[in-house]
């Protein structure tokens, strides 16, 4: 709905020209586009957009307490899984229009001319060095 900018009743008359009109906007009004499931690379290609010179980040994954609350495709009958599939038709086209938009454009890049991702540690010495710069100044 947000990509869209549609009502949501007009997004029920238009599910396909809602549709074209969030895959427009994710066209031409964001510098870059990510998915959660690829992060890391969501992330790199977005610091090189934005010409970041460090791109630092803490990776926190819970993914024992995440299992346990996901639903499967398997657990879900064969009505119910028709239902989420109609439910999220939308959805699901964006996604995978976002899924290929970032792979051409790391494709297009190329892997090596993505920024790398800059651990914790090497943060914590970073900022370190810039306190202890400042206070000799």
């Known amino acids: 709905r947000m990509l869209c900018n549609w009502l949501p009743h007009a997004m029920k008359k238009d599910e396909e020209g809602a549709v074209r009109a969030a895959l427009t906007n994710l066209t031409d009004r964001f510098v870059c586009i990510g998915v959660t499931e690829r992060f890391d690379p969501s992330l790199a290609l977005l610091a090189h957009r934005l010409q970041w010179q460090r ?35 939308c959805d699901q086209i964006i996604y995978q229009f976002a899924q290929r938009r970032l792979d051409a454009e790391i494709r297009a890049l190329g892997e090596q001319a993505l920024p790398s991702l800059t651990p914790p540690q090497r943060l914590a010495r970073w900022l370190g060095s810039q306190i202890l710069r400042r206070r000799a100044a």
């Not at 980040?57 to 599939?85: F, G, T």
């Open 55 to 89: 791109t630092w980040y803490l990776r926190k994954r819970n993914r024992a307490e995440r299992r346990s609350r996901q639903i499967k495709a398997a657990d879900l009958s064969a009505s119910s899984l028709e239902i989420v599939r109609e439910n999220t038709r």
